[in-house]
């Protein structure tokens, strides 16, 4: 979907800390607003994903705006260390567009500026809208029992135990990576957009043992944990 602007919650430069591109220098854009839950504390029970502890309301995150498309991505060149193209760069640029759901923004238009720019393109999404064109690394993660817009990725990372998303649903999508991450405990915070009680991700042994004895049963699949949270970075 073209858009005049880009509404990001924040951005910055870490290191990839789950999945198949784990201990990958990156810089995340977190785009503002998610298809499954409106991100209120209040509407978390009637929303179709209901353990999302992710602040993705408004644009107030550090480096966070609204954005032109030309601007947008010279923050993310300004983020990453170095120079984006040409010799001597050290290693290949790597932008990941999450959110929310960045699906919602994130257009061809956009990813081909950030092409232009020298990186390669990678996004983490719940997988109900269309793909545009020319993203280089797709991520899905599959919430509840929203429906599919795609059945192809590089890599399926399903957080585990979900009712409603169990792995043998999932049967039928193309992947080259299948990740279970264990869903992680809940504590009471508060959301610095709404001021109300939020959720706060904290590792689950419970569901990590789920996830673990799920993997060594059905070796298709492998192990996702949030080295990133482990470790004390974004």
Request: hydrophobic share 40%.
């Amino acid at each position: 979907m073209a858009t005049n602007f880009y509404r990001v919650k924040e951005a910055f430069y870490t290191l990839q800390g789950e999945g198949a591109q784990a201990g990958r220098a990156a810089v995340f854009c977190r785009f503002s607003k998610c298809n499954l839950w409106n991100g209120r504390e209040e509407s978390r029970s009637t929303a179709v994903c209901q353990f999302c502890d992710t602040d993705f309301i408004g644009t107030d995150g550090n480096n966070g705006g609204e954005y032109s498309k030309q601007a947008l991505v010279e923050l993310v060149a300004n983020l990453w260390p170095g120079k984006t193209k040409g010799a001597n760069i050290q290693g290949k640029p790597y932008v990941v567009c999450t959110g929310g759901e960045p699906l919602l923004q994130l257009d061809a238009a956009l990813i081909n500026a950030f092409h232009d720019a020298g990186f390669e393109v990678a996004v983490e999404t719940n997988g109900t809208l269309p793909l545009p064109q020319g993203i280089d690394w797709v991520c899905l993660s599959p919430k509840a029992d929203a429906e599919l817009a795609f059945i192809r990725c590089d890599e399926l990372k399903l957080v585990y135990p979900q009712l409603l998303a169990m792995p043998e649903r999932f049967e039928h999508i193309e992947a080259d990576h299948y990740y279970l991450q264990p869903m992680a405990d809940y504590q009471p915070v508060v959301l610095a957009s709404d001021k109300l009680e939020g959720a706060k991700e904290g590792l689950s042994g419970s569901n990590t043992q789920k996830a673990l004895n799920y993997c060594l049963k059905h070796p298709k699949w492998k192990l996702s944990l949030q080295t990133h949270k482990m470790i004390g970075i974004e």
